[in-house]
């Protein structure tokens, strides 16, 4: 028999669907345009102020239900585990604006050196993946999907670090480009975290079990 509630847990999921697939057009925008040396500042800008007013509304109608339902465990689970991904969601947009915003000061990778072009556009290609991810396995709550993202985000942290360590041997003390990559490699480095905690909170959703996938 379906209970009153059930139907507001779907509007909720439906919203926060919605959500996910703004985040990874904000995402995809912002490191193409970065890589391509792009400004699309004005239109991340708008996609991430988007996400923003949506977490807004998803929260609302998360804390609606638990006001008007007095949902039981196993509801509270599925609204604890939205909420959690409605915050990585927008974070995946507040990240995606600061890589816009350091294009638009730095001109992004054209003044680059190729072994930085590589290791950022290599990069990229992993978190926006992650983001893809992250977003197909809160759909199907595919919990063995959610669990690849732990592999990939360990693959971006060495990516990560071993990029500082050579950036600090090879490159020059100051110039756009090495302040603009190192920026936009952490940027990537936080959302490839955020893409974990989606997964981590899609597992509790589907199982009930607490893992860390990081």
């Known amino acids: 028999m379906s209970r009153l509630i059930d139907t507001g847990l779907e509007q909720l999921a439906s919203m926060v669907f919605r959500m996910g697939e703004m985040a990874y057009k904000t995402v995809s925008l912002s ?37 008007r339902f007095q949902p039981v465990a196993s509801d509270l689970r599925i609204l604890k585990s939205y909420m959690k991904v409605i915050y990585d969601f927008e974070r995946y947009g507040r990240y995606a604006l600061d890589v816009s915003q350091v294009q638009r000061a730095s001109g992004g990778l054209e003044q680059c050196e190729r072994w930085i072009n590589e290791s950022i556009r290599e990069m990229s290609e992993k978190v926006l993946n992650m ?45 756009k480009c090495t302040i603009s990559s190192v920026l936009v490699a952490r940027y990537l480095e936080r959302i490839a975290d955020h893409a974990t905690y989606v997964g981590e909170s899609i597992i509790y959703l589907a199982t009930g079990e607490k893992v860390t996938l990081r």
Do not use: C, W
Not at 131 to 140: D, E, G, H, N, Q
Not at 158 to 171: G, N, P, S
């Open 131 to 175: 983001v893809r991810t992250s977003i197909a396995s809160l759909k199907s709550h595919n919990v063995e999907l959610a669990k690849t993202l732990s592999e990939t985000e360990n693959q971006v942290d060495d990516m990560y670090f071993k990029y500082l360590d050579r950036l600090v041997e090879k490159a020059p003390a100051t110039n």
């Open 31 to 67: 490191l193409e345009s970065y890589i391509e040396g792009i400004n699309a500042l004005a239109q991340v800008q708008d996609l991430s102020e988007t996400l923003i007013v949506m977490a807004d509304e998803a929260e609302d109608k998360a804390f609606e239900l638990i006001a």
